[in-house]
């Protein structure tokens, strides 16, 4: 089983500051998503990325992928309250697993 | 429309009980999922189906039976419910590769009294 560690597992941050959370592996990954949940719902995808060193931007979020495909970040600019949520990151494992981390519960202060 | 429904959104019973979850997709999806989150938020896999073949069945009670009578429709057939069982269940569909999205219900919130 591959281990994702996400850290950290609970920030709290006033609306306005920028924020960094990171997902980690010892093992490597043909592709990692990104995933938002909110309370009483399921995740939904944010971004996938595959190539390492890739970033990618969705407005105000920044995801990049690791050089050796092990690890991602997330940063996010200018937090908003509607940013509050538990991000999960998940790797393939290429065996038809998407393997989940622990996520990281943000919460934007208005 | 909702892309993944999945029935009841809570359910209480007592430890004993036998209990199913249902869910449907209308994604045309091939690939079925079964995850567990528990109280800490850790989504652990539990099943997959692919065109109604099981394809991972993780370490899992056996008490635990998935049953997919097609390929919009994987259930979840819980027996003899224990205390430890309490958990939100999420159905998941997925149209194509493993690095295609997964898309997820609202979630079943399980206790056991």
Redesign the interface.
């Known amino acids: 089983t591959q281990l994702l560690e996400q850290s950290p597992q609970f920030l709290s941050i006033q609306e306005g500051e920028n924020l960094t959370v990171y997902c980690n592996s010892s093992s490597v990954f043909?592709?990692l998503?990104w995933?938002r949940?909110e309370p009483?719902?399921?995740?939904?995808?944010l971004v996938?990325v595959?190539t390492g060193g890739e970033v990618k931007k969705l407005k105000r979020l920044t995801f990049q992928f690791g050089d050796a495909r092990k690890d991602s970040s997330l940063h996010i600019t200018a937090a908003q309250p509607g940013d509050t949520g538990?991000y999960?990151c998940?790797g393939?494992?290429?065996?038809?697993?998407?393997?989940?981390g622990?996520?990281n519960?943000v919460v934007v202060i208005p | 429309d909702t892309a993944?429904s999945q029935t009841p959104k809570y359910l209480v019973t007592q430890m004993g009980n036998d209990k199913s979850i249902k869910c449907e997709q209308n994604l045309g999806h091939d690939?079925m999922y079964w995850?567990k989150q528990d109280s800490?938020?850790?989504?652990?896999?539990m099943f997959?189906y692919?065109n109604k073949e099981l394809?991972?069945n993780e370490t899992v009670p056996n008490r635990f039976s998935p049953k997919s009578p097609d390929k919009a429709h994987l259930n979840l057939h819980i027996n003899s419910l224990e205390l430890g069982d309490s958990a939100v269940y999420?159905c998941?569909s997925r149209g194509g590769a493993?690095?295609?999205?997964?898309f997820?219900?609202?979630?079943t919130q399980l206790s056991v009294l």
């Open positions: 043909s592709s998503q995933y949940q009483g719902e399921g995740p939904v995808l996938t595959v538990l999960l998940a393939a494992d290429g065996n038809n697993r998407l393997a989940f622990k996520g519960q | 993944v690939t995850y800490k938020k850790f989504l652990k896999i997959s692919n394809i991972i999420f998941a493993t690095n295609e999205k997964l997820f219900g609202s979630g």
